[in-house]
């Protein structure tokens, strides 16, 4: 379902109307952490904001956390996700793209569409919850449990945007160069809560813990909290 056709009511949870992302949580090994940094900042969202279509990348992370880092590339549609521009990246990592990405570990990636996203402000503070699909899941029954859970907890102090991703499993699992340097797992939904400040992302998780997500057909994981932002770049 693209951001156009998304619940009466619904729309991007930002005013660039992004209408997909990729969603990425990782670690990594202790040995690589100044590289990681060195990389991630100065060559690879920079390279990446550079690409057609994609519209913001940002970085957040729970110090002492697994996974530790949350990364979340916003694009235009999924079609940019898809697309040759991008796929030569993904197939020509650089140098250093190919020396941090043997310190990855712990990796989930997930190319999404935007299913039901409210609010228009980016957080400091993000609750990024994935959740795997069970026997008898249902995208419409998701959508549905989201588009009455999301506005509660838009109506909470210091939640800032709500929204809804939907893995899109042929885009997620496209065989590059750069898929291959590291083992991922695919979530096939995530609801984010974007937040001001900490407080607010703390009460979040509880909010979303008590909801019966599982009536949808969706497992939510266990390991959600909450993100603190580190870098945004926006095209």
Not at 114 to 141: E, K, M, P, W
Not at 155 to 184: H, N, W
Request: net charge negative.
């Amino acid at each position: 379902m693209q951001a156009s056709q998304l619940p009466p009511g619904a729309g991007p949870a930002s005013p660039d109307a992004a209408g997909a992302a990729v969603l990425i949580w990782n670690d990594v090994q202790a040995p690589g952490r100044d590289l990681f940094y060195q990389w991630h900042d100065k060559e690879h969202m920079p390279e990446r904001l550079g690409l057609p279509g994609f519209v913001r990348g940002r970085r957040y992370a729970a110090a002492g956390a697994s996974p530790e880092w949350f990364t979340i590339y916003e694009t235009a549609s999924l079609d940019t996700l898809v697309s040759p521009a991008y796929l030569e990246r993904l197939n020509s990592p650089t140098p250093a793209t190919t020396q941090t990405l043997k310190f990855f570990e712990n990796t989930a990636r997930s190319v999404c569409d935007l299913r039901y996203g409210i609010g228009q402000s980016t957080g400091g503070f993000v609750v990024a919850v994935r959740f795997d699909a069970v026997q008898g899941g249902n995208d419409s029954a998701m959508t549905a449990i989201a588009a009455r859970v999301l506005p509660a907890l838009l109506a909470q102090p210091g939640v800032l945007a709500c929204k809804l991703y939907g893995a899109d499993g042929g885009a997620s699992r496209i065989d590059t160069a750069e898929s291959k340097t590291r083992e991922f797992d695919i979530p096939s939904w995530v609801v984010m809560v974007e937040t001001s400040h900490q407080a607010a992302a703390e009460r979040a998780i509880e909010f979303v813990k008590a909801v019966d997500w599982e009536a949808a057909g969706a497992r939510a994981r266990s390991d959600f909290r909450a993100y603190a932002l580190e870098i945004c770049l926006s095209q």
